[in-house]
T-cell receptor
Framework: GENVEQHPSTLSVQEGDSAVIKCTYS??????FPWYKQELGKGPQLIID?????GEKKDQRIAVTLNKTAKHFSLHITETQPEDSAVYFC??????????FGTGTRLKVLA | GAGVSQTPSNKVTEKGKYVELRCDPI?????LYWYRQSLGQGPEFLIY????????DSGLPNDRFFAVRPEGSVSTLKIQRTERGDSAVYLC???????????FGEGSRLTVL
C-alpha cells in the first residue's frame, strides 16, 4: 500500500523567511496530493492541493510542486507570518477518499 | 454555514467500556469519513460512507469498531470493550461526493484509562 514520508518533523523560521516541507510517496498510482494545516485543537484544513497532471500550483504565498518521476512533492510558504505557525500534513491518494497522511511538520514562525 | 460537528469533544472512559462518537456532516454532503489521529501522527483512514452504506470499512482496526449512518446524514462511531490503545482523536470529515475536498471536524478526543 501507499506510504508517505514527511520531513522535517519540526521547522522554525524567522518571520518573513520562506519555509519548505517535503514529502515522498511510494505508490505510483497516487494522483492527488493535498496539504492540510492543523491548528491546536482543530481539525485539519485544506490549504492547497495538486493533481498529478500538474507540476506546480500557487495560491498567494503558498505553492506546491510535484515530481512524479521521483515521487516527491513539496509545500513552499513564502513571507511567513506568525499565523502560519501550525502543524502541516501532506497526503496522497488515488484521487478518492482514502488519504494516506504524512506524520506532520510543526512549523514555528518566530516574530 | 455550519461545518462538520463532532460530539463529544472530549471523552474519558475506563478500559472495557462502550463508547459512541457522533458526527454531523455539512448539510448536503453525501460522503462521510472517519479518521483516527494518534498523538504526533497524521490521520489514519477508518471508514467511508457514501449515503447510508459503508462503502469501505477497510481501515477499522478490528471488530470492536463499528460505524453507522442510518439516514445518510449523522454518523456514529461505536467502540466496544475499549482498550488503552484506542486513545486518540477521532476525526470526522465530509465531502461533496467522494472526490471532493474533505472538510474535517474538530475531532473527539478519546482517552481510555
Amino acid at each position: 500500500g501507499e506510504n508517505v514520508e514527511q520531513h522535517p518533523s519540526t521547522l522554525s523560521v524567522q518571520e518573513g523567511d520562506s519555509a519548505v516541507i517535503k514529502c515522498t510517496y511510494s505508490d505510483s498510482a497516487s494522483n492527488y496530493f493535498p496539504w492540510y494545516k492543523q491548528e491546536l485543537g482543530k481539525g485539519p484544513q485544506l490549504i492547497i492541493d495538486i493533481r498529478s497532471n500538474v507540476g506546480e500550483k500557487k495560491d498567494q504565498r503558498i505553492a506546491v510542486t510535484l515530481n512524479k518521476t521521483a515521487k516527491h512533492f513539496s509545500l513552499h510558504i513564502t513571507e511567513t507570518q506568525p499565523e502560519d505557525s501550525a502543524v502541516y500534513f501532506c497526503a496522497a491518494s488515488e484521487g478518492t477518499y482514502k488519504y494516506i497522511f504524512g506524520t506532520g511538520t510543526r512549523l514555528k514562525v518566530l516574530a | 454555514g455550519a461545518g462538520v460537528s463532532q460530539t463529544p469533544s472530549n471523552k474519558v472512559t475506563e478500559k472495557g467500556k462502550y463508547v459512541e462518537l457522533r458526527c454531523d456532516p455539512i448539510s448536503g454532503h453525501t460522503a462521510l469519513y472517519w479518521y483516527r489521529q494518534s498523538l504526533g501522527q497524521g490521520p489514519e483512514f477508518l471508514i467511508y460512507f457514501q449515503g447510508t452504506g459503508a462503502a469501505d470499512d477497510s481501515g477499522l482496526p478490528n471488530d470492536r469498531f463499528f460505524a453507522v449512518r442510518p439516514e445518510g446524514s449523522v454518523s456514529t462511531l461505536k467502540i466496544q470493550r475499549t482498550e488503552r490503545g484506542d486513545s486518540a482523536v477521532y476525526l470526522c470529515a465530509s465531502s461533496q461526493g467522494h472526490t471532493g475536498e474533505l472538510f474535517f471536524g474538530e475531532g473527539s478526543r478519546l482517552t481510555v484509562l
